[in-house]
């Protein structure tokens, strides 16, 4: 599957648009990150998981950079699918700026894609039309057995 999308810029592997570690505040302290995916909300990411049978669940960290300035915050969505049409939701949690990053682990098995979508709020309705920062957000890949 290779409709991934982000509504602004690209969508980038281990590093920020600035060139720098993907950071992120676990219990209360700024944590960086080697790896990651970062990308600007609104952003649609999909997965071919038919390679990755043998895993039951998808582990991440979803989270707001550090440097973000949403002040909408965003909606992170987790999603499952057998045939790439039909989705069935299986995770959402909202983050705010300066939030720490919340935890998920979405059971996988069976499952051939999997969507990872991240929802801006409707933030670029601001009244005042303030030039502002993009939210930035994070899935850290990790898989348990």
Not at 3 to 20: C, E, F, P, V
Not at 28 to 55: C, M, Q, V
Not at 118 to 139: E, I, M, P, Q
Request: proline content about 2%; glycine content about 8%.
């Amino acid at each position: 599957m290779s409709k991934s999308s982000t509504k602004y810029g690209s969508i980038l592997n281990d590093k920020t648009s600035t060139n720098t570690k993907i950071t992120v505040k676990i219990g209360g302290t700024a944590t960086s990150f080697d790896k990651g995916i970062w990308a600007h909300a609104t952003s649609d990411l999909y997965y071919d998981l038919r390679n990755f049978s043998e895993y039951d669940y998808f582990y991440a960290y979803l989270g707001l950079n550090t440097t973000s300035t949403a002040r909408n915050g965003v909606t992170f969505v987790i999603s499952t699918s057998n045939d790439g049409q039909d989705w069935t939701e299986k995770y959402r949690a909202p983050v705010s700026p300066n939030q720490n990053a919340v935890e998920c682990r979405v059971p996988i098995e069976g499952a051939r894609y999997l969507r990872l979508y991240v929802n801006d709020n409707g933030a670029n309705g601001y009244r005042n039309g303030d030039v502002f920062k993009k939210w930035l957000w994070l899935f850290l890949i990790h898989t348990l057995h």
